[in-house]
């Protein structure tokens, strides 16, 4: 496969070719996708002069206040997801409940899709890289039925397709449906995406931690220990790790998975469960991290084997470089 010149419809012809458990209708759903983050991306790109920036009087279930380019995205990937036969239902972070898609042809869809439409909500006035987070499961509901909340109450194991879009200095998808990563990055000039991070691996190791420090001093014990130790001359690189911390997950996330790092967001109290929200943000980045070769944790639990209870809830978040994310745990205890 050469780099740059495959585009992702290409692509996913060769992989369903490949290997024949992924099914035809995974390829038609990342397409969908791809087509809804275009627009997303075209609105991210021109802030201010499309009037996209700022808030909205309106708060979302979390009680935080609501972005115009949130519920716009929001808009934009349910409006993609109704509009197609292969969706029966979502859920997002702008939604207090799931949506059913109750049209006739929507009730045959064999999908349920959880995603994060804006991701890194407090960097988008200030023109630093956002995201879409997407998770994609089978519904266990019988077809021709309206989705129930057990669709989307599936613990991560069940993924059948995950990813992120990034909205930085060039705007790249990064999926995976379970036979590894690959990146794409979108031709401004064809406005196609095209493979540019075939098979990508997540470095077993790094030397760059991303958490808000700001909260340290409410932090339990054993996590301001491997803070230090990452401070310290301690670590296998001898030298104090640099903390990187862009307050955008998605932003954090891919840097790691290509330089190698760990982003954590532990459990504060002001957020007893954390900030992040299993189902839309925790759950597919950490599909995405052990296809990857790199590890997603609560600190003591795998996140892929939570069995969620609710929609909108929230863990404790360790993800990223494998022995990174090993070490962290072996301080918590
Ligand atoms: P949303 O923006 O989608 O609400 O996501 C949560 C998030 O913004 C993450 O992207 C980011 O890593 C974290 O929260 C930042 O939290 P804090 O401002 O507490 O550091």
Do not use: W
């Not at 496969?1 to 585009?7: F, N």
């Not at 929507?106 to 890289?129: K, Q, R, T």
């Not at 057990?150 to 995950?162: F, I, K, R, S, Y």
């Amino acid at each position: 496969m050469e780099a740059g010149r495959i585009r992702l419809s290409d692509h996913l012809s060769q992989q369903l070719a490949a290997d024949q458990s992924i099914h035809r209708d995974l390829g038609r759903l990342i397409h969908d996708i791809a087509t809804a983050v275009k627009e997303i991306a075209l609105l991210t790109s021109q802030g201010a002069l499309a009037g996209v920036l700022g808030n909205l009087s309106s708060q979302n279930v979390q009680g935080e206040t609501q972005k115009k380019l949130d519920v716009l995205s929001d808009e934009i990937l349910i409006q993609t997801f109704r509009s197609g036969n292969l969706v029966a239902g979502i859920a997002s972070e702008e939604n207090d409940n799931f949506v059913a898609f109750n049209s006739e042809r929507a009730a045959f869809g064999s999908y349920v899709v959880l995603f994060d439409p804006l991701d890194g909500s407090s960097n988008i006035d200030v023109n630093v890289s956002i995201g879409t987070i997407f998770s994609v499961y089978r519904r266990v509901s019988p077809l021709g039925s309206p989705v129930t909340l057990d669709d989307m109450l599936q613990p991560g194991t069940e993924q059948v397709m995950a990813g992120y879009v990034l909205y930085g200095s060039s705007t790249m998808l990064v999926y995976s449906s379970g036979n590894g990563v690959n990146g794409f990055t979108l031709k401004p000039s064809t406005g196609e995406f095209c493979l540019s991070h075939a098979n990508m691996r997540m470095p077993e190791n790094g030397r760059l931690y991303a958490m808000n420090e700001g909260n340290i001093q409410e932090c339990e014990q054993g996590l301001v220990r491997y803070i230090q130790y990452c401070q310290s001359r301690e670590n296998q690189t001898g030298m104090p790790y640099s903390g990187r911390y862009i307050g955008s997950l998605v932003a954090d996330f891919h840097r790691n998975l290509i330089k190698g790092g760990i982003y954590i967001y532990p459990s504060v109290p002001a957020s007893p469960e954390g900030r992040l929200r299993l189902l839309y943000e925790c759950n597919p980045l950490a599909f995405i991290a052990e296809q990857a070769g790199g590890l997603a944790t609560t600190g003591r639990q795998r996140i892929l084997d939570i069995v969620p209870a609710q929609l909108h809830q929230r863990v404790p978040y360790y993800v990223g470089s494998k022995l990174m994310v090993e070490k962290a745990m072996s301080f918590l205890g």
